[in-house]
């Protein structure tokens, strides 16, 4: 669950980068792959997320000059240093939660993936790539969202999504420790799971797999990355009641009680807490 306060005024919410990873299956459906995170979790415990975290310092040396692609353009970065940083977070957030990682040089295999997760955290990831003569490929990677965690909530983030095809034969393996399960899934599949009330999705998440499940393959996915809004997207808590609901709501920017009138992305406008889960809804009629 979110740790979401009404009075609470938000504090400054730190950089993070999410990856959004596709492929095509052999019988021809996108699928994308996700985690669980573990559910003594300080953020989001027991959710389905894709693999993500915080910026680490180790993320802006610049020393990533020499052992990674330059990455797309995006407009959600203040300029080209913050801008790799980011793609490197979402990158060594993949390698750490997912044992993925596109390499622009070589092709590795799931037993190499797991044995760099596991050096790389005994040094650096930026050595461990080094000292192979490896450079990660940023530029495989495709701005796709920016959601930045409401005021309301103790724990703020500003997460740039990414999306990318997950280099060939890289199968993904969860750490067992943030995270404790993982899997590959057509997006529609997840969404009903968790229409089943099977597992618990963020509103972030759920957004991008029903963007996801608009279309059928890898390639169509990346053409939707084209045409993303990156402008952020924060989330604002209110009271909603209509006629008999009286609960919360999380509105996104375009719904009448954002202080955003342009609408970011496709879909509800607001997310009604309802039980503990957070389903997409519409604003009380005659708003």
Known sequence: MLDLDL?????????????????????????????QRHEKSGFLGGAIVFPGGKVDTADLDPGWADHATPPRPATFASGPAELRALAVAACREALEEAAILPVANRTLSQEELVLLRTRAKETSLLACLAAQGLKVDLGALHPFARWVTPTAENRRFDARFFIAVAPRGQQGAHDDRETTASFWEPPRATLDRFGAGVVWLAPPTHRVLELLANVSTSDAAMRLAEHANLEPICPRLVRHQDGDVDTMA?????DPEHDVAEVRVPGASRYLLTGDRWLPGAPPRGR
């Open 7 to 35: 009075d609470r005024h938000g504090t400054p919410p730190r950089d993070a980068a999410t990856l959004v990873l596709v492929r095509d299956s052999p019988e021809g459906r996108l699928e994308v792959f996700c985690v």
């Open 250 to 254: 999380l509105v996104l920017p375009g």
